[in-house]
């Protein structure tokens, strides 16, 4: 991914960081609240990216969604500590088979009952991690992601339930069969009604669930006109943030 001179200078705001863990390394790039102070507490979000801004760059991944957080608005009405992890090239945040078809249309597959993909032990180990820091409110731990971040969101849920406050997932998908896992996380999930690359019906069978079992709080926003980029609509929703940041454990 490519950035304009002043693009980049914005986006160096996201400090570069690597988590080690054995033998593996996660890359990540955070942003702290402006006049930040580790003696105090602040909220935490974690920004998973889609499978295009995957690689080893540690840039990428702020393609969508970096921009929106340095918005000044922004950071003085909600001042949070904000990560994006990258995940490699060849891997996936998520347990899923994917399997297009000649003519492109894809299917996917989610698996249950699977040993974490390796960038997702990472991001478990980094939650943890993130978690212990002093100046983590540990109340207010939230996560979202859109496209193969949407679906490693949903599988960030089902293996770590107790730890966040509120979620957000665009455009992503999961088994049904998992939804029980995470039914006590207040959830807002968004997609576009025109999308051929993920489609729409994968978010809505998972909201559909929620609802059958008593969800705590499911939000569900389907953008009529969208294709797969509805994180553009759900990036420009005034409610989102407000709605996100208003929850506590």
């Known amino acids: 991914m490519a950035y304009s001179n002043s693009q980049a200078q914005d986006l160096a705001q996201f400090e570069h960081k690597q988590f080690i863990f054995g033998a593996d390394t996660l890359r990540y790039r955070i942003l702290y609240p402006q006049n930040f102070d580790a003696n105090k507490k602040y909220p935490v979000l974690f920004f998973l990216h889609g499978a295009g801004e995957r690689g080893s760059n540690n840039e990428s991944q702020l393609a969508h969604g970096g921009k929106l957080f340095l918005r000044d608005s922004i950071r003085q009405q ?48 980094l939650v943890k991690q993130t978690r212990s820091e002093k100046y983590t409110d540990k109340n207010r731990m939230y996560v979202g992601g859109l496209s193969m971040g949407g679906m490693g969101t949903f599988e960030l849920l089902r293996r770590e339930p107790k730890t966040f406050a509120a979620a957000f997932v665009i455009c992503g ?32 069978r998972v909201v559909s669930k929620l609802h059958e079992i008593g969800a705590k709080e499911v939000k569900h926003t389907l953008y009529p006109n969208a294709n797969h980029n509805s994180w553009d609509a759900t990036f420009a929703e005034p409610r989102l943030l407000p709605w996100l940041f208003s929850h506590k454990k």
């Open 78 to 125: 909600f001042p949070a500590i904000v990560i994006f992890p990258q995940c490699p090239k060849d891997s996936y945040w998520s347990n899923v088979n994917i399997v297009t078809e000649p003519g492109g249309k894809r299917h996917f597959n989610f698996l249950t009952g699977c040993d974490p993909m390796p960038p997702m032990q990472l991001l478990q180990e």
């Open 173 to 204: 998908g999961d088994n049904v069969g998992n939804a029980k896992k995470y039914k006590k996380v207040p959830l807002w999930v968004f997609h576009g009604g025109k999308d051929d690359i993920v489609e729409p019906h994968l978010s809505s």
